[in-house]
């Protein structure tokens, strides 16, 4: 008998009793005492010789003991208010923990200035030491970048008064957005849904239905547009303000600096995109005319190619990722089946939900959770084959420090790419007819056209966006104007009705933990692809590979890491295509399979 998973979430385990739970409240109250212990001794810690290095790494055992308990609270507390958008008391927490936050940062800075106003002699010798040895990168990172903000006391202002000021708005944003709520006749019923629930029907095999839930949405968002132009507003003005204390005038230096990554990298890789576009603007076209169109409409994307779209239940979209990931390799298989049966996984489709999905750390207890809305279609399935490869990441980290598995957002996404792409194949080969193979294969090309073409459109938004805002503030006018130019670039004409409140509707844009919250996921895209290349030439034996790769994300930088375990030079613009060869395949055979004869 087949095992029956739960669809919501087991948050007890940690802290029982959600946003009353006394255990999370005494775990926040003990933070604070913490907090000054360890901001004490590294303000009296004092680096004059090669002999300190064991108290230095004293203290980054004591950071990493206090960053442990922070994120696991971040976890579970950004599970509470993806769960239940009107849990008010979580939001409460979610404040308190931002303040926590911001008290926790002079401790790094402190840190970092000590490692700034040593010699280069002294910090090389501290790095090879025994004790520090492990320690060289991020040690390495922190007094480079040091060296390029303003004084710990400058930097500690900047994050309290983000608390307010900054954290503040991305909040205000979900919060808004979370408010949310539009009407739609669905086969012939009148239903009051969330945002989220709403996305869900971008899939109905009803043009109507998805015409008018794209409409709603837009009505709604234009009603509301200044609310959301004045929230992105302030986010940018908050980072530029910054910025330019900084002395930074590029608004891509810190994104890259997170994602360590050169410019070089992210210039090769949008300039391969470029180059290859034609495909899959002749792939939109041609679903379009299959839809009875001339092009492609935003509502019609995700619109299914014949008359029966594969659809899988929960239960039955579980099975089939465990069983695909045990083609990969056993650690993969059971670490995925411990998610399903110990409930890692929120997936019910129920109202009051953040839209949307997620995967978040909680570290002190080893584990991960998983935000998503299940309704049965494979693109669910590829988002929740996504979500656990995340997790997979953080498994694959675990023997490693705690200081040490702090990768950055692209390689993050990565390995979740990596995980989606061994569902997505699976999926096609294992169609049983051929109208079930042209519904999977396109589903699998729209991630293409999704991070090929949607992405680019958000990157050239957003960099347009910002560069207009150092002048003041943007209209909501003109961010429509903005978001539609850049869609229209973006596709390569291949787009007919656009999205203009595309910027307001998509929570990416308002996030206020990584800025540009958009180019890493075309980067893990493509690299991940070729990382599944040579997964598919070294078959069972190449797991233990990948996982020495995932536990080298957050000690050296994207072009290190792709040269040590892949031997590829990733800032030329060959590495690129390369990858974006294979998608072209894909949507030739989906034009061969589908073309009128």
């Excluded at 997170?258 to 041609?286: E, G, V, Y």
Aim: hydrophobic share 45%; aromatic share 10%.
């Amino acid at each position: 008998m087949t095992t029956k998973y739960s669809e919501v979430w087991d948050l007890d385990v940690f802290f029982e009793g959600g946003s009353q739970s006394p255990a999370f409240k005494a775990h926040l109250e003990a933070l604070p005492g913490q907090i000054t212990i360890l901001l004490t001794n590294v303000q009296q810690l004092r680096i004059t010789a090669v002999s300190d290095a064991a108290a230095i790494r004293n203290i980054l055992n004591d950071m990493a003991h206090v960053q442990q308990q922070l994120s696991q609270a971040g976890g579970f507390i950004s599970c509470l208010t993806a769960q239940d958008t009107t849990d008010k008391d979580a939001l409460i927490l979610q404040g308190k923990l931002g303040a926590l936050g911001a008290s926790f940062a002079p401790v790094r800075l402190a840190l970092q200035q000590q490692l700034v106003d040593i010699s280069d002699d002294i910090f090389t010798a501290l790095v090879a030491t025994a004790e520090l040895a492990d320690f060289t990168f991020i040690l390495t990172e922190m007094r480079e970048l040091a060296k390029q903000k303003l004084s710990p006391e400058e930097e500690a202002l900047i994050a309290a008064l983000q608390v307010d000021g900054y954290h503040s708005w991305g909040q205000y944003y979900n919060l808004l957005i979370s408010d949310i709520k539009v009407n739609v006749v669905v086969d012939g019923e009148e239903r009051t849904l969330s945002v989220g629930q709403a996305n869900n029907l971008s899939s109905h095999p009803n043009e109507a239905v998805r015409k008018a839930v794209f409409e709603a949405l837009e009505q709604v968002f234009t009603e509301r547009e200044e609310f959301f132009a004045k929230t992105l507003n302030h986010l940018a003005g908050f980072r530029l303000t910054t910025y330019a204390k900084r002395g930074w005038d590029d608004v891509l230096q810190e994104p890259l600096q997170i994602n360590r990554m050169q410019q070089a990298t992210l210039d090769a890789m949008w300039q391969a995109i470029t180059n290859n576009k034609a495909p899959f603007a002749k792939f939109l076209t041609h679903k379009a005319n299959m839809l009875g169109r001339e092009q492609m409409d935003w509502y019609n994307f995700d619109a299914p190619v014949t008359q029966n779209a594969t659809t899988m239940p929960y239960q039955e979209g579980a099975q089939f990722i465990i069983e695909q990931f045990a083609k990969f390799g056993p650690q993969l298989e059971t670490f995925t089946r411990t998610a399903f049966e110990d409930g890692w996984i929120e997936a019910e489709n129920r109202d009051n939900k953040r839209p949307g999905g997620f995967c978040t750390g909680l570290p002190q207890s080893e584990q991960s959770r998983i935000f998503m809305t299940y309704s049965g279609s494979m693109s669910n399935v590829s988002t929740l084959a996504h979500e656990l490869g995340h997790a997979f990441h953080s498994y694959a980290l675990r023997p490693v420090h705690p200081l040490n598995r702090a990768y950055a957002m692209n390689v993050a996404e990565t390995a979740s790419t990596f995980a989606e792409m061994i569902v997505a194949d699976a999926t096609v080969r294992a169609a049983k007819t051929e109208a079930e193979k042209v519904n999977l294969l396109e589903d699998k090309i729209q991630r293409s056209v999704a991070f090929f073409m949607n992405i680019h459109a958000r990157f050239l938004f957003e960099t347009r966006f910002y560069e207009e805002r150092k002048q003041g503030v943007v209209s909501s006018a003109r961010l429509n104007e903005l978001m539609t130019a850049a869609q229209q670039e973006a596709f390569a004409g291949a787009l007919g009705e656009a999205h203009p409140h595309f910027w307001a509707t998509k929570m990416h844009f308002h996030i206020t933990g990584v800025p540009f919250y958009n180019f890493p996921y075309t980067f893990g895209y493509l690299f991940s692809l070729s990382i599944y290349a040579k997964a598919q030439q070294e078959g069972a034996n190449f797991e233990e590979k990948y996982m020495a790769l995932l536990r080298d994300t957050a000690v050296m930088t994207v072009e290190e890491l792709a040269m040590k375990h892949l031997g590829e030079d990733i800032t030329t613009v060959a590495f690129w295509e390369k990858g974006i060869q294979l998608c072209i395949a894909d949507v030739e055979e989906f034009i061969q399979l589908t073309q009128k004869g």
